[in-house]
């Protein structure tokens, strides 16, 4: 158990000394506790420097300062996570280098059934430390409905992603409950014409890859541990990655939501139609929206407008890389 597993009562014990210093008679008075529990958490918060006793008779409690009594337990706390960190790197490279001197089935899981491929990924997800990649085309094993909570959840802890979409993949994803709300988060978005097949890749330790991209349904997919398959993948992920065009959709501070998408849209050269569906616009709509952005951008053809749009920052080219993304 961490320092920071403060029991509850524990925690009550400490609001009621901030709101004032007392015995263990009056903190159990005012807390509703029995003095006989009162007592056990007064002296484990002494014990975590979080709290302090009088010589006198009957003993005073009184509170730590919190910057000063958390800020210790923090910094014990992170010391700890440090060392957990660095005997699971020890024990994963020690396992790696077991599996490698056995059998090399074991680099390799073949997972089969969507639910259980929904799962492995999850699972391989939410072990990531420092990025997830992934290159993003259909079969789907379930609908990308919405942004996946582990994305979320990892984004928010500071865990990188970059993503390569296939173009076809954009006009399955929504953009307001998965798309957007990625990108806002932090995750790097690039999108490809066409992807050779999808892929998720989690630090270096893991891999997901299906085992057959051309099915309609994904039904087997293939665990990748360290060897050099693994490495080919994340070779072939910087690949795409460099030959990519930035996905942009909703960050220009002179365009409207809807402009801003047709804009971040058009520019991964979806057709028409498909960016039309994917807005929500009936297709001579999108045609009128479209030629609108046009005249705001004093271009007569697209090409045109894709170079003064790029001028004024609205399209982000990929090259020079940004600082960071290794």
Do not use: N
Not at 180 to 195: F, K, Y
Not at 227 to 236: E, I, K, P, R, S
């Amino acid at each position: 158990m961490g320092d920071l597993d403060l029991d509850p009562l524990d925690v009550e014990v400490y609001r009621a000394l901030l709101d004032r210093p007392g015995t263990v008679a009056e903190l159990a008075d005012r807390t509703g506790v029995g003095p006989g529990r009162v007592r056990v958490a007064v002296g484990r918060l002494v014990a975590l420097d979080l709290a302090t006793r009088s010589g006198g008779r009957p003993v005073v409690f009184g509170p730590v300062r919190p910057e000063i009594g958390f800020g210790g337990l923090v910094v014990r706390e992170e010391r700890r996570l440090e060392r957990m960190r660095a005997l699971q790197a020890e024990f994963e490279e020690r396992y790696r280098r077991a599996v490698r001197g056995t059998d090399p089935a074991e680099l390799l899981e073949v997972v089969r059934g969507a639910d259980a491929i929904s799962q492995r990924a999850e699972q391989l997800m939410r072990s990531a430390r420092h990025e997830v990649r992934f290159v993003d085309k259909p079969p789907y094993a379930e609908p990308p409905s919405v942004l996946h909570p582990a994305e979320r959840e990892l984004l928010d802890r500071g865990v990188r992603f970059r993503g390569v979409y296939d173009r076809a993949a954009l006009e399955l994803h929504a953009l307001d409950e998965d798309l957007e709300p990625g990108l806002a988060l932090g995750e790097q978005a690039r999108v490809v014409g066409e992807a050779p097949l999808k892929m998720i890749l989690v630090d270096g330790h893991a891999g997901l890859i299906p085992l057959d991209s051309g099915e309609p349904e994904l039904r087997t997919a293939l665990v990748v541990r360290p060897c050099t398959l693994l490495d080919a993948l994340g070779a072939l992920f910087e690949v795409l990655w460099q030959q990519a065009l930035p996905l942009r959709l909703h960050d220009h501070t002179s365009l409207s939501t809807q402009d801003a998408r047709l804009l971040g849209l058009l520019t991964t050269g979806m057709p028409d139609r498909a960016i039309a569906k994917q807005l929500g616009l009936s297709y001579r709509t999108f045609q009128r929206r479209l030629r609108d952005l046009m005249d705001a951008l004093g271009a007569q053809t697209r090409f045109q407008a894709g170079l003064r749009a790029a001028a004024k920052g609205w399209v982000r080219m990929p090259f020079p890389e940004d600082p960071g993304q290794r």
